[in-house]
């Protein structure tokens, strides 16, 4: 009874992760997945002082990203104390802050000819309170430098002038999701860098930008699919 009774739910997640593939459109370009792209790991050796108690736990480093122009780093935006107005990470518990002007970067590698893609969440985070500010932001791809600084000899990215969407008031979550797809020709062109920038704020008021990093899909059908086959399991020897 148990043994059927698994084994229907097994083929419906199955079918339901078919399913789901199915309405999935080819795509034409690669995701690439950024480490640590959604700042769970932290250095406990750059925290601020306090951290633990009712002052908000900052650290001023991000492990895996090169940091330059301005302030960066990561926190757990639902940390008490935190005066400002942030909504709580998309994913997991930490995100990326990043004062104005800020840039963080990690190097993607010596790229095949092709065409990729990689995404992350962006929301402001309110210095000020009451205020509607947004910041901006850019997400890009560089080559022909490195990742300490911007200075590329070619590059692709998002619409300057892009906003992150508004947080007034501490019940407020609103993220909104970046794509960015791009194309790296034929031939060498050395390691590729993606790169988030704060560009500063539009309107009056002062704001950080957060960033954080979505789930992969591919890993949510892997889940489904390993918690169906866990499920689909011999009967043990003793109750046969």
């Known amino acids: 009874m148990l043994q059927n009774t698994l084994a229907r739910f097994c083929f ?8 789901l593939t199915l309405a999935i459109p ?12 959604g700042f769970e790991i932290q250095n406990p050796f750059d925290q601020t002082a306090g951290c633990g108690s ?10 895996g990203w090169s940091q330059d122009r301005g302030s960066s780093g990561t926190f757990d935006p639902t940390t ?21 002007g800020a840039y963080i970067a990690q190097d993607l590698g010596d790229l095949s000819a092709g065409t990729y893609s990689i995404s992350v969440w962006v929301a402001t985070r309110e210095l000020t309170v009451g ?12 080559t022909g ?14 619409t300057p002038g892009a906003t992150a969407p508004a947080n007034p008031n501490a019940a407020s979550d609103n993220w909104a999701l970046v794509p960015l797809v791009f194309t790296v020709p034929t031939g060498p062109t050395g390691d590729w860098y993606a790169f988030v920038a704060n560009d500063g704020t539009a309107g009056s008021g ?12 591919a890993l949510l059908l892997l889940v489904i699919m390993i918690g169906c086959l866990a499920l689909f399991r011999p009967k043990s020897a003793r109750f046969e």
């Open 12 to 19: 419906g997640c199955a079918a339901a992760v078919g399913l």
């Open 26 to 37: 080819a795509r034409a370009d690669v995701p690439l997945t950024l480490y640590n792209a």
């Open 54 to 63: 009712s002052t908000p736990c900052y650290n001023y480093s991000i492990v």
């Open 80 to 100: 008490p104390g935190d005066t400002a107005f942030a909504p709580p990470a998309h994913e997991g518990n930490n995100v990326a802050w990043l004062s104005s």
């Open 131 to 142: 205020s509607s500010s947004e910041a901006e932001y850019r997400l890009g791809v560089g």
């Open 145 to 158: 430098g490195d990742a300490a600084s911007p200075l590329w000899t070619s590059w692709q990215q998002t």
């Open 206 to 217: 002062s704001t950080q930008l957060e960033v954080d990093a979505p789930e992969p899909l």
